[in-house]
């Protein structure tokens, strides 16, 4: 039994320890927006927030959020995730957006901690996010946009 | 204007439906298409079409017979539609239509079906006279309401006017749904136009933003089972024995079954199932599978090139223009599979209750996915339902003739036996291990240049499996989709052969997007490149001096990238060179310029200007996405892809620590020009891709003597 918070609920789930939180968030608490890619932490489509630092869910045992805070897309708040999915919008990020969730994460953990990051720090804090579809020169773009936004 | 006298449309609580006849010219043509039915069809070929929805709540809806996975249709089909009702962009929805021939078919294909770029291209008209009709209807019920001829009635911004009254579509939509559908309804000319040709916000880049969007993975149903296979890790294998004890004991597995795929693991949660599936022992039988290495296949493609081959293209006497050249040149290239890797892996949810099957998922093909749960389950058609969901990537992946995926969650569901619900999931493993890829392709170039540098002859002899072979599109002896781009190329050359050698493997092939171009453009254009700077040309000029007088798009796009990246014929600056490429796919032609520079061995791209001409340009900001897209795809696959066999056959690559996607670091800056057209639009999904390989490897030529002969450059030792 693994007690943690996700988007400020408690949760009790009843899952064995090693299930990977990817999976309890899409088949315990059906929320989906959350997705699966790789398995290994190769992609960051599964990227939640777990007390406030972006982590690959799909290689985070439950077991070992005892007591923690998980943030995912769907309980996504603040000024830098209302500017990032707003600059997302504005500039047609998205094409499929399977990888988008993580996105969005990454990119809101980049600015939590760098108001005005550039071309170098956002390669930083995205390389682990891959896109199929290849929108990073948007995703580049709307994260200065964002950044923009926030300091306007 | 006529009307038919039987309504094509359905009013009711929610609005109006509104049907519109149309010619399906490619049904006549093919004759593919399923019957058409119950004789209400005139002679000449119409049938009732139903894409457009007005609710009383004043939303258009627009049904869309293509599945939107990026590409943008969604957006596309909706413009269409909302031009020429005169709509307001803000009252656009769209809805993802259901799996069926006679409604929905592709034009270009004669079934529904989304490929090849033909999304926009195909329904061009049809869209435009959807919401041509829509328009009158809704005309028609403002004058009747009104009193006034149809003529005093204006139309913009999704309102009605006759000067003096005005309504908007939902006032009207139930009023409308009364009126006579127009059968040949007029479209707009382009002066007229006031949302095609400028940039339209794309209707799904919300609910992609927030992870609202639903996907096939997303969709739960009580009581299902989500279900993982056991696959064989070497191409064509199948399962000899399997011992499931441990899987069984496994908390949450529920059951385990062999189904033709491999073994089946069926458990309460998709944790449950992958942790059964790695307890499962299974042994394979190999003796009908691929059991040679890459390095293997290439040695017998090598041999086969010298073999019996199906005649391409013949210009003149190639062979006797070589042989009295001044120099001959020749070049070996040699491809790799290549797996899609769309970021959702292939999954399906089906829901068997009472004799009835609905089916979630990503089909391509939806009436091929639909058709094979309905045999697989001995179903009778109409008892089988299919939702086109949103796909996370296809690339050509969900694109299946042999509905492979409808085949696995039907065989999952029928060896379960009874009600319920599975949800197929494949890992990543699963994905780049389990075929359908990108064929392994040797091109065997040589060709003779006379003592001033001009082309005399050029030779071409591609190996590789046949994509189309065996699929309802096989028209047997030349599989075009296996040297397109290697034929009718753009350039005036005295002598031409181009021959293709068919090879048999056990090893499913599939397009990977851009299908034939994605190895043809890389061969052609870098040998090209090859002979001018042998003769000492420009690659620029070079090219355009060789163009067919009757390439005029080719040339524009080509001079047009040239002006955008202040090309002076220098091909290198300072550390950096640049390379040049001009590829026209699925009609659409595009012309790239990459500036590359050489990062410890492998290239760094930093820039890439594109010319395309795609005829007319519906929505340029989709437009753009697709080729900065279509770029990252290409480059991420020359650089760092290939689904190696290694000895025995065995997959090597079997996630994404092997099979490396390109990533934020590795993307370079892209600009890209839309050539003006007013040509019928082509394909833009796919046409991006194939130049950015030979721009690049043209590139690093200047700055290392040597392109890459075989792909990608990781293993290339270059």
């Given at each position: 039994?693994?007690?943690?918070?996700?988007?400020?609920?408690?949760?009790?789930?009843?899952?064995?320890?090693?299930?990977?939180?990817?999976?309890?968030?899409?088949?315990?608490?059906?929320?989906?927006?959350?997705?699966?890619?790789?398995?290994?932490?190769?992609?960051?489509?599964?990227t939640v927030m777990v007390d406030g630092m972006p982590r690959?869910?799909?290689?985070?045992?439950?077991?070992?959020?005892?007591?923690?805070s998980v943030e995912t897309?769907?309980g996504l708040?603040?000024?830098?995730?209302?500017?990032?999915?707003?600059?997302?919008?504005?500039?047609?990020?998205?094409?499929?957006?399977?990888?988008?969730?993580?996105?969005?994460m990454s990119?809101v953990g980049?600015?939590r901690?760098?108001?005005?990051?550039?071309?170098?720090?956002?390669?930083?804090?995205?390389?682990?996010?891959?896109?199929?579809?290849?929108?990073?020169?948007?995703?580049?773009?709307?994260?200065?946009?964002?950044?923009?936004?926030?300091?306007? | 204007?006529?009307?038919?006298?039987?309504?094509?449309?359905?009013?009711?609580?929610?609005?109006?439906?509104?049907?519109?006849?149309?010619?399906?010219?490619?049904?006549?043509?093919?004759?593919?298409?399923?019957?058409?039915?119950?004789?209400?069809?005139?002679?000449?070929?119409?049938?009732?079409?139903?894409?457009?929805?007005?609710?009383?709540?004043?939303?258009?809806?627009?049904?869309?017979?293509?599945?939107?996975?990026?590409?943008?249709?969604?957006?596309?089909?909706?413009?269409?539609?909302?031009?020429?009702?005169?709509?307001?962009?803000?009252?656009?929805?769209?809805?993802?239509?259901?799996?069926?021939?006679?409604?929905?078919?592709?034009?270009?294909?004669?079934?529904?079906?989304?490929?090849?770029?033909?999304?926009?291209?195909?329904?061009?008209?049809?869209?435009?006279?959807?919401?041509?009709?829509?328009?009158?209807?809704?005309?028609?019920?403002?004058?009747?309401?009104?009193?006034?001829?149809?003529?005093?009635?204006?139309?913009?911004?999704?309102?009605?006017?006759?000067?003096?009254?005005?309504?908007?579509?939902?006032?009207?939509?139930?009023?409308?749904?009364?009126?006579?559908?127009?059968?040949?309804?007029?479209?707009?000319?382009?002066?007229?136009?006031?949302?095609?040709?400028?940039?339209?916000?794309?209707?799904?880049?919300?609910?992609?933003?927030?992870?609202?969007?639903?996907?096939?993975?997303?969709?739960?149903?009580?009581?299902?089972?989500?279900?993982?296979?056991?696959?064989?890790?070497?191409?064509?294998?199948?399962?000899?024995?399997?011992?499931?004890?441990?899987?069984?004991?496994?908390?949450?597995?529920?059951?385990?079954?062999?189904?033709?795929?491999?073994?089946?693991?069926?458990?309460?949660?998709?944790?449950?199932?992958?942790?059964?599936?790695?307890?499962?022992?299974?042994?394979?039988?190999?003796?009908?599978?691929?059991?040679?290495?890459?390095?293997?296949?290439?040695?017998?493609?090598?041999?086969?090139?010298?073999?019996?081959?199906?005649?391409?293209?013949?210009?003149?006497?190639?062979?006797?223009?070589?042989?009295?050249?001044?120099?001959?040149?020749?070049?070996?290239?040699?491809?790799?599979?290549?797996?899609?890797?769309?970021?959702?892996?292939?999954?399906?949810?089906?829901?068997?209750?009472?004799?009835?099957?609905?089916?979630?998922?990503?089909?391509?093909?939806?009436?091929?996915?639909?058709?094979?749960?309905?045999?697989?389950?001995?179903?009778?058609?109409?008892?089988?339902?299919?939702?086109?969901?949103?796909?996370?990537?296809?690339?050509?992946?969900?694109?299946?003739?042999?509905?492979?995926?409808?085949?696995?969650?039907?065989?999952?569901?029928?060896?379960?036996?009874?009600?319920?619900?599975?949800?197929?999931?494949?890992?990543?493993?699963?994905?780049?291990?389990?075929?359908?890829?990108?064929?392994?392709?040797?091109?065997?170039?040589?060709?003779?240049?006379?003592?001033?540098?001009?082309?005399?002859?050029?030779?071409?002899?591609?190996?590789?499996?046949?994509?189309?072979?065996?699929?309802?599109?096989?028209?047997?002896?030349?599989?075009?989709?296996?040297?397109?781009?290697?034929?009718?190329?753009?350039?005036?050359?005295?002598?031409?052969?181009?021959?293709?050698?068919?090879?048999?493997?056990?090893?499913?092939?599939?397009?990977?997007?851009?299908?034939?171009?994605?190895?043809?453009?890389?061969?052609?254009?870098?040998?090209?490149?090859?002979?001018?700077?042998?003769?000492?040309?420009?690659?620029?000029?070079?090219?355009?001096?060789?163009?067919?007088?009757?390439?005029?798009?080719?040339?524009?796009?080509?001079?047009?990238?040239?002006?955008?990246?202040?090309?002076?014929?220098?091909?290198?600056?300072?550390?950096?060179?640049?390379?040049?490429?001009?590829?026209?796919?699925?009609?659409?032609?595009?012309?790239?310029?990459?500036?590359?520079?050489?990062?410890?061995?492998?290239?760094?791209?930093?820039?890439?200007?594109?010319?395309?001409?795609?005829?007319?340009?519906?929505?340029?900001?989709?437009?753009?996405?697709?080729?900065?897209?279509?770029?990252?795809?290409?480059?991420?696959?020359?650089?760092?892809?290939?689904?190696?066999?290694?000895?025995?056959?065995?997959?090597?690559?079997?996630?994404?620590?092997?099979?490396?996607?390109?990533?934020?670091?590795?993307?370079?800056?892209?600009?890209?020009?839309?050539?003006?057209?007013?040509?019928?639009?082509?394909?833009?999904?796919?046409?991006?891709?194939?130049?950015?390989?030979?721009?690049?490897?043209?590139?690093?030529?200047?700055?290392?003597?040597?392109?890459?002969?075989?792909?990608?450059?990781?293993?290339?030792?270059?």
């Amino acid at each position: 039994m693994a007690n943690f918070t996700v988007n400020g609920e408690d949760v009790a789930l009843d899952v064995p320890d090693d299930t990977p939180l990817l999976w309890a968030l899409r088949d315990d608490l059906r929320l989906t927006g959350t997705k699966f890619g790789c398995g290994i932490a190769q992609c960051g489509a599964c990227t939640v927030m777990v007390d406030g630092m972006p982590r690959r869910s799909c290689v985070t045992p439950v077991g070992t959020l005892e007591g923690a805070s998980v943030e995912t897309i769907e309980g996504l708040e603040g000024p830098e995730a209302e500017a990032v999915q707003s600059a997302w919008v504005q500039i047609d990020v998205p094409q499929c957006g399977w990888c988008q969730s993580g996105q969005v994460m990454s990119a809101v953990g980049l600015l939590r901690l760098n108001r005005a990051p550039s071309d170098d720090d956002i390669d930083n804090a995205m390389a682990g996010n891959v896109c199929r579809c290849a929108t990073y020169v948007r995703i580049r773009q709307a994260i200065h946009d964002a950044a923009a936004t926030l300091e306007g | 204007m006529t009307a038919q006298t039987r309504r094509q449309f359905l009013a009711s609580a929610a609005g109006l439906v509104i049907g519109v006849a149309l010619p399906l010219r490619a049904r006549a043509q093919s004759g593919a298409a399923a019957a058409i039915g119950d004789g209400t069809i005139a002679e000449g070929g119409f049938a009732p079409n139903a894409f457009v929805r007005v609710a009383p709540d004043n939303t258009v809806t627009v049904i869309s017979k293509h599945i939107e996975f990026g590409q943008g249709p969604y957006t596309g089909l909706a413009t269409l539609v909302a031009e020429e009702m005169d709509a307001d962009w803000s009252q656009m929805r769209v809805e993802s239509a259901p799996a069926d021939n006679d409604l929905y078919a592709n034009l270009a294909f004669g079934i529904q079906g989304t490929g090849g770029s033909t999304a926009m291209a195909n329904s061009w008209m049809q869209m435009r006279q959807a919401g041509a009709a829509a328009r009158a209807m809704l005309v028609a019920a403002a004058a009747e309401r009104w009193g006034v001829d149809a003529s005093a009635i204006r139309v913009s911004g999704g309102t009605l006017t006759d000067g003096t009254r005005t309504a908007s579509f939902g006032e009207l939509a139930e009023a409308a749904a009364g009126q006579s559908v127009p059968v040949e309804p007029a479209v707009k000319n382009r002066d007229e136009f006031t949302l095609i040709g400028t940039d339209r916000p794309k209707l799904d880049s919300r609910a992609k933003s927030d992870g609202t969007a639903q996907f096939t993975m997303d969709v739960y149903r009580d009581g299902m089972e989500t279900v993982v296979v056991r696959r064989p890790g070497v191409i064509g294998a199948t399962v000899a024995s399997y011992d499931d004890t441990a899987a069984r004991a496994v908390p949450g597995v529920v059951a385990v079954h062999r189904i033709p795929q491999g073994v089946a693991v069926y458990a309460t949660s998709t944790a449950a199932a992958l942790k059964g599936r790695a307890a499962l022992e299974v042994t394979w039988d190999t003796s009908e599978a691929e059991t040679r290495s890459s390095d293997e296949i290439f040695a017998a493609f090598r041999e086969m090139a010298e073999g019996e081959a199906i005649e391409a293209e013949r210009t003149g006497d190639a062979a006797a223009a070589i042989a009295g050249a001044d120099t001959v040149h020749e070049a070996e290239f040699l491809f790799p599979f290549l797996a899609h890797a769309p970021l959702e892996p292939l999954d399906a949810v089906l829901e068997l209750r009472d004799g009835k099957a609905e089916v979630w998922m990503g089909a391509q093909f939806p009436t091929a996915d639909a058709g094979a749960v309905t045999q697989v389950l001995g179903l009778d058609p109409a008892d089988v339902t299919m939702n086109v969901m949103l796909a996370g990537g296809s690339f050509g992946r969900r694109a299946q003739p042999t509905a492979h995926i409808g085949v696995e969650i039907a065989s999952i569901a029928k060896a379960r036996g009874g009600d319920g619900a599975w949800k197929l999931v494949w890992t990543r493993e699963d994905d780049l291990t389990g075929a359908y890829y990108r064929p392994i392709t040797l091109h065997r170039l040589r060709a003779g240049l006379d003592s001033e540098g001009n082309i005399v002859g050029w030779e071409n002899r591609v190996v590789n499996q046949s994509i189309i072979a065996g699929t309802p599109f096989d028209q047997g002896g030349l599989d075009r989709t296996s040297v397109e781009g290697a034929i009718e190329m753009p350039y005036a050359l005295p002598a031409i052969a181009v021959d293709w050698v068919k090879a048999d493997l056990p090893v499913p092939p599939l397009w990977w997007r851009s299908v034939g171009h994605t190895h043809t453009a890389y061969a052609t254009e870098v040998f090209l490149d090859e002979l001018l700077e042998r003769a000492g040309r420009d690659p620029v000029q070079g090219r355009l001096d060789l163009l067919r007088p009757e390439a005029t798009r080719d040339r524009a796009v080509l001079e047009r990238v040239a002006e955008m990246a202040g090309w002076t014929g220098a091909r290198r600056r300072g550390d950096r060179a640049l390379g040049v490429a001009l590829h026209e796919s699925f009609q659409t032609y595009a012309a790239q310029i990459a500036e590359v520079s050489d990062a410890g061995g492998m290239p760094r791209v930093h820039r890439v200007w594109c010319a395309v001409d795609c005829g007319t340009a519906i929505n340029p900001n989709v437009i753009r996405a697709q080729i900065e897209g279509g770029i990252g795809y290409g480059l991420g696959a020359i650089l760092h892809n290939a689904l190696d066999l290694g000895p025995g056959g065995e997959v090597r690559q079997r996630n994404f620590d092997t099979y490396r996607m390109l990533r934020i670091t590795e993307m370079p800056a892209v600009e890209v020009a839309i050539v003006d057209s007013d040509a019928d639009p082509t394909g833009i999904g796919e046409p991006g891709t194939p130049p950015i390989g030979p721009a690049v490897a043209n590139a690093w030529r200047v700055l290392t003597g040597t392109s890459p002969r075989r792909l990608p450059f990781a293993q290339t030792g270059v």
